[in-house]
Structures are given as structure tokens and as C-alpha cells.
């Protein structure tokens, strides 16, 4: 098993999702959603996901380019997609896509695009592989992309 095996798997066990229903709490005065908890949603998701991938300590340290495509409506249904787009050493990058939908037809749009960076640190708070080097070198010998859920 090579380094970007061991990541594409990885990555596809990292994808998180969750779907939430838009209530009168959550909306603005226009009844859609605030861009703000749309915001901590997202970012919460996307830690879950980068968590998933690197099981290592990590903070958030930017969000780029959050496209508002299409508004969220009180009164829909929203499932926010996670998925790792890119590894570093030290960092990685998530995908969030937020999709709309009626709770009374059938059919979603996608509403909110946004990508979200963590870094890996230590006990001191400083950077660290997303990936150490020694769980690399356990999945390249037990040939898996999670030797610590394997049975021996």
C-alpha cells in the first residue's frame, strides 16, 4: 500500500454527513437561514471529517471562498457533505457542500459551497503530521488504510 492509497482511503472513510431541519430560531428576517449558523455548521462538520482522517488533535485555521448559491428557506431540510480535498503535511483541507431541499417535494439544490483548513498539533500546541510517519509505516505493513481496527 502506497502513501496516496493509504489517503484516498482515508479520505472516502472521512466523508461526514448530517441533516438538519431550518426552524423559525435559525432563520433571519427574510426566513432564511442566518449565514452565521450556516457557518458553524459547516465548520463543525468539516472537523468531524478532518478528524475522521487524521484522528489527531487539529484547529481550525481559515475558511475560504464560502459561495451562497441559492438561499435556505424556514421551513426546509438542509444535509451538509464533508469531504477531505487536500493533504499536507502539517494541514488539510475540507469540503462543505450544503444542499436544500422542501420537506414537502422531492428534489435538492445546492445551496452553500465552502472549504475549511486544519492544522495537526501536538500537546503543545504546535504543528504536527496529519499523518505520522510511524501509523504510515503500520499501514504499509499491514497493508490497510486503518491497521488499528484490524485484527491481528
Same mark, same amino acid.
Given at each position: ?56 488533535? $487539529?484547529?481550525?485555521?481559515? /475558511? ?7 438561499? !435556505?428557506?424556514?421551513?426546509?431540510? *438542509? +444535509? $451538509?457533505?464533508?469531504?477531505? /480535498? ?7 483541507? !475540507?469540503?462543505?457542500?450544503?444542499? *436544500? +431541499? ?20 501536538? +500537546? ?29
Amino acid at each position: 500500500m502506497t502513501l496516496d492509497e493509504i489517503i484516498e482511503q482515508r479520505k472516502s472513510l472521512a466523508i461526514a454527513r448530517v441533516t438538519k431541519a431550518i426552524f423559525p430560531d435559525k432563520t433571519n428576517h427574510h426566513d432564511t437561514l442566518f449565514g452565521g449558523t450556516a457557518l458553524q455548521w459547516m465548520d463543525e462538520i468539516s472537523f468531524i471529517s478532518a478528524t475522521r482522517f487524521s484522528r489527531q488533535r $487539529l484547529v481550525t485555521v481559515s /475558511s475560504d471562498k464560502i459561495d451562497f448559491k441559492h438561499p !435556505v428557506p424556514g421551513g426546509s431540510v *438542509v +444535509e $451538509l457533505i464533508a469531504q477531505v /480535498s487536500h493533504v499536507g503535511r502539517t494541514s488539510l483541507k !475540507v469540503q462543505v457542500d450544503m444542499y *436544500v +431541499e422542501s420537506m414537502y417535494q422531492d428534489g435538492c439544490e445546492k445551496a452553500i459551497t465552502g472549504y475549511f483548513s486544519f492544522v495537526a498539533i501536538d +500537546e503543545n500546541k504546535q504543528p504536527t503530521p496529519v499523518l505520522p510517519q510511524d501509523f504510515i509505516d503500520l499501514c504499509i505493513a499491514k497493508n490497510s488504510a486503518t491497521p488499528l481496527n484490524d485484527n491481528d
